[in-house]
């Protein structure tokens, strides 16, 4: 079992910047890929970003590619998302999961593991 807490969002002007964390306890945490998605009331959840256990490999859906980054600390069991250029269009419920796989996976009905969620609002 993996529990998953989210922190960091807010509200933020466009252009701005945020940060997510999410701690991992549980089982072994750096043999997880990591994976960021989000969700707007109505709509499905969309991948975000992930990052393989080894923080080897890393994808990013193409809406944020370039602004956003993902990175982890297995030392402290923690992924982060950095978040840079926002736009109101990224205002969302974001979660991090957990998925026992080979590789960077985009998908989540993959991932085992969810937290909460945290609440990212961008206005413009």
């Known amino acids: 079992q993996v529990q998953l807490v989210e922190s960091g969002g807010g509200l933020v002007q466009a252009g701005g910047s945020l940060r997510l964390s999410c701690a991992a306890s549980?089982?072994?945490?750096?043999?997880?890929?990591m994976g960021w998605f989000r969700q707007v009331p109505g709509k499905v959840r969309e991948f975000v970003a992930a990052i393989f256990w080894s923080g080897s490999s890393t994808y990013y859906a193409n809406s944020v590619k370039g602004r956003f980054t993902v990175s982890r600390d297995n030392a402290k069991n923690t992924v982060y998302l950095q978040m840079n250029s926002l736009k109101p269009e990224d205002t969302a419920v974001y979660y991090c999961?957990?998925?026992?796989?080979?590789?960077?996976?985009?998908?989540?009905?993959?991932?085992?593991?969810w937290g909460q969620g945290t609440q990212v609002t961008v206005s413009s």
């Open positions: 549980g089982r072994t945490f750096s043999r997880y890929c």
């Open positions: 999961a957990a998925a026992q796989t080979d590789s960077v996976e985009t998908r989540a009905t993959f991932y085992d593991y």
